[in-house]
């Protein structure tokens, strides 16, 4: 590829891929189309299947079962060296015994790049991490944040279509974190080359990504923008994963066209049911949730349980309260600074309209997963 | 916190018996007293017997025959080094790539030698490579002519590299051991094919590790006697071999105080010599 020439991402398939350890399954019937140029975030707690997916990609993992394609072309059984991915590590990964140009230039020696132009693209992506005065440095000689950055720069220095990254902030603060988040956004921009970020922060996977894909036990949950999976999620580990959230449990009734939950003698409707067979359970996001101290006048809200403040938050643009109910769960609501404050063990009455609920089948695996 | 407050106690200022130093005080008198006095011994006596002057010196270097000894003595450790490099590197590696008990195993089997007496081992070797040893009837028995072994620098070479091979294997596992193998897999993913990963990665990171066992491993060779004595013949002895020789049974002290100065002093040109090629990588693959 000549200088200045855009690197067109690649597209990629996977078709139902699976990967079993012995009887574990670490990854069962994934499949994903990863769109060229689009920045998708494998997201999901430890073990869930997506550092697994990572490498099958990137080809330090054989697949038990199923079909991958990058750019339009099978990949299964082609090794690690000639798939032409760049791959950025949480553990950088970056050679010790080489200088940080060496280690950029080391894909393009690989490849026969002449020197003058091996120097001239080393260049540029040093520039593009803003790394350039760092060229004669040692790894040992930089912070973790810098040799992340040197090791981003060594991963696109050879225009792959594909970008591969499994954790890269993982190691780093949060400032620090924050800061590099929009430095990748900005080099996706810059390059257009299809990113697969793996994280299992949901909200990094807010801030970088196009599509998120939710992992859980070896299976994709759902895929979606951060705002499809925060507003509509389709699993209730999706909801409890992506955001805060309160979970409402109790004795569902359904007719027709809405369904009740009698919670510790309390009784919430919402105007909606779910098909099968499974129990419901009500989500509700924070701002969704309204506090109002007992016995206050609650003309207007379809649903209110009583409980108690657990737990007060102040946020600076607002405040956070966590409210014991009856039965013992606990509900998160944010509400803004404009509004009544409470302390802690006020007596209090959550309100919300049964609209806002969400209502999902219940799966108890979803807590155990999450804690 | 004020920022007057001191955050660490004063420490009291070091004179040179600090105590870190202090510490390796007894090392040092034991050395003293079992390198550094016999030292002294060996270089006085090598200037003062029979008479104070260097016609010791003038003796070894103008006897064809030292000259000649002293060559095959630093060509024969140069190759024991190089089989011993040969051979510990994929063997360390090994251990590395193990799981915990294959590499109890593999650990034993370095150190078991260890625990046998050096003239038993070299006796055996004697067993295996005489002429009608183990290893030509063997070779007998597959139809090959016999090959002579025992009393030829080869054999030499064999019986000592194998007596120093832990040497070698126990420097460079524990360099190898450090070595992150995901480097490896980040080398694949720019490009490199499993060798050129190896050649440009592991082996680099790997060289102070070989560096460290060779100039073990090569400064116990010269000093070896025992089995140069045994496996050997005359086209292979070795300078400690003279030495004995000079002192034992010529009770030649001073001639033989000479010979091992100037061995001493040829080994310190020789790794002085090779110390800059050896630094610069050392200090390069010893960034983490």
Known sequence: ?371 | MSALEPTTPSVPKRGWLSRPFALTLPALILLAAVIGYPLLTIVLRSLSEPQWGVQNYLWFFGAPVNLTVLQRTFVISAWVTIVCVVCAYPYAYLMTAVGPRARLVLVLCVLIPFWVSGVVRTLSWVILLQDSGVINSLLRAAGFDSIRLIRTQTGVVIGMAQVLLPFMILPLYSVMKGIDLRLMRAAQSLGARPSRAFFTVYLPLSLPGVYAGAIIVFILALGFYITPALLGGPRSTMLSTLVQTQVLSLLQWGRGGAMGVVLLVTTFVLLALAAPVMRSRYREAGRR
């Open chain 1, 1 to 371: 590829m000549k200088p200045g020439q855009e690197s067109k991402g690649a597209a990629i398939d996977l078709e139902s891929i699976s990967k079993a350890y012995g009887g574990f399954k670490a990854l069962d019937g994934v499949s994903l189309r990863i769109e060229p140029g689009e920045f998708m975030t494998l997201l999901g707690p430890s073990g869930s299947g997506k550092t697994t997916t990572l490498n099958v990609v990137a080809g330090f993992t054989d697949l038990t079962s199923g079909k991958l394609l990058v750019g339009g072309r099978n990949v299964v059984g082609v090794p690690a060296h000639k798939r032409n991915i760049g791959v950025v590590f949480q553990h950088y990964a970056l050679f010790p015994h080489m200088s940080v140009g060496r280690n950029v230039a080391y894909p393009l020696t690989l490849r026969g790049v002449d020197q003058a132009e091996r120097k001239a693209r080393v260049a540029r992506a040093l520039d593009m991490v803003k790394m350039g005065d760092f060229a004669h440095r040692y790894p040992s000689e930089l912070s973790g944040g810098q040799q992340q950055r040197v090791a981003l720069a060594r991963a696109i220095v050879f225009d792959p279509p594909l970008l591969l990254m499994d954790e890269p902030l993982g190691a780093l603060d949060k400032k620090l974190r924050e800061w590099l988040q929009l430095e990748i956004k900005r080099i996706h921009r810059e390059l257009g080359t299809t990113f697969v970020y793996v994280t299992h922060d949901q909200e990094e996977a807010l801030v970088l990504s196009d599509r998120i894909a939710v992992f859980n036990r070896g299976r994709i949950e759902q895929v979606g923008t951060g705002r499809e999976l925060y507003d509509e999620p389709a699993t209730l580990f999706v909801g409890r994963f992506i955001g805060d959230s309160t979970v409402l449990r109790g004795e569902a009734r359904s007719d027709g066209t809405s369904t009740a939950l009698r919670i510790a003698g309390e009784t919430v409707t919402a105007p909606r049911r779910i098909a099968g067979e499974a129990s419901p359970v009500m989500l509700l996001r924070p701002e969704k949730l309204a506090i109002r101290r007992s016995g206050q006048d609650a003309a207007g809200t379809t649903n209110r349980l009583p409980g108690t403040i657990a737990e007060a938050i102040y946020l600076g643009s607002g405040s956070k309260y966590e409210v014991r109910l009856a039965d013992g769960s606990v509900a998160i609501v944010r509400s803004p600074l404009t509004g009544d404050s409470f302390g802690l063990g006020d007596r209090v009455e959550l309100c919300f309209d049964g609209a806002d609920a969400k209502l999902l089948a219940d799966d108890s695996s979803a807590d155990a997963t999450l804690t």
